[in-house]
């Protein structure tokens, strides 16, 4: 369990591309994107709540999720965070920096995004490299079209680097994302620590 213990630390905390925003404003927005472990209640595991807001926008969030993480059943080296929705998302808005707002987040209120589980591989000592599950099924609507998901995320002990990009189901071609690279996060704030033992190894088990 040590392993899945240090990819939790390591993800967990608040991201910020201060300094990419302030070096090229034209085409980087100033984002936050947190990732906060998940009271065991929710899903007798371990979880986490993410969120992606503009920095000027805290209480908006552009992007909400809910993670079950689970160790992948054949792959020692790479961890699974599937992905939920929640009935009323606004209603946990904010989250990421008041934790106390997860205390109404209930399981039942919560729907599976079938296809959109983000695999982490272990590239080294708290080095992980992800991308949405293979398939293609990750669909999301943008500007009344629907297309597939392609996202790339590393994350390290002190950073985060990610690409989402929106693809035609039928054509392959790309419809939406960024076109200037990929986004650079700083971590700066570590909640890591808040995680313990505890809090991965309850009634844990390889489930895929």
Not at 59 to 82: A, C, D, K, V
Not at 84 to 100: D, K, S, V
Request: with cysteine; proline share 5%; charged share 25%.
């Amino acid at each position: 369990m040590e392993s899945i213990l240090k990819f939790a630390q390591t993800i967990s905390g608040i991201y910020d591309n201060f300094a990419q925003s302030q070096e090229n404003p034209k085409d980087f927005a100033r984002i936050n994107i947190i990732f906060r472990p998940l009271p065991w209640k929710i899903f007798n595991g371990p979880g986490f709540y993410s969120e992606q807001h503009y920095d000027y926008a805290p209480w908006s969030p552009y992007r909400q999720g809910i993670h079950r993480l689970i160790n992948h059943r054949e792959l020692s080296n790479t961890f699974i965070m599937e992905n939920f929705g929640c009935a009323n998302p606004m209603r946990i808005a904010g989250a990421g920096r008041t934790p106390e707002l997860l205390d109404s987040l209930k399981k039942e209120n919560l729907k599976k995004r079938c296809g959109c589980a983000m695999h982490f591989e272990t590239k080294a000592d708290r080095k992980y490299i992800g991308s949405v599950e293979p398939g293609k099924k990750c669909m999301i609507p943008r500007d009344g079209q629907l297309t597939y998901l392609v996202s790339e995320v590393e994350v390290t002990q002190d950073s985060w680097t990610s690409r989402d990009r929106g693809y035609d189901p039928d054509t392959n071609k790309q419809i939406w994302g960024s076109e200037h690279g990929q986004l650079i996060f700083k971590k700066v704030e570590d909640i890591g620590e808040i995680i313990t033992n505890d809090w991965i190894n309850k009634q844990f088990n390889h489930e895929r």
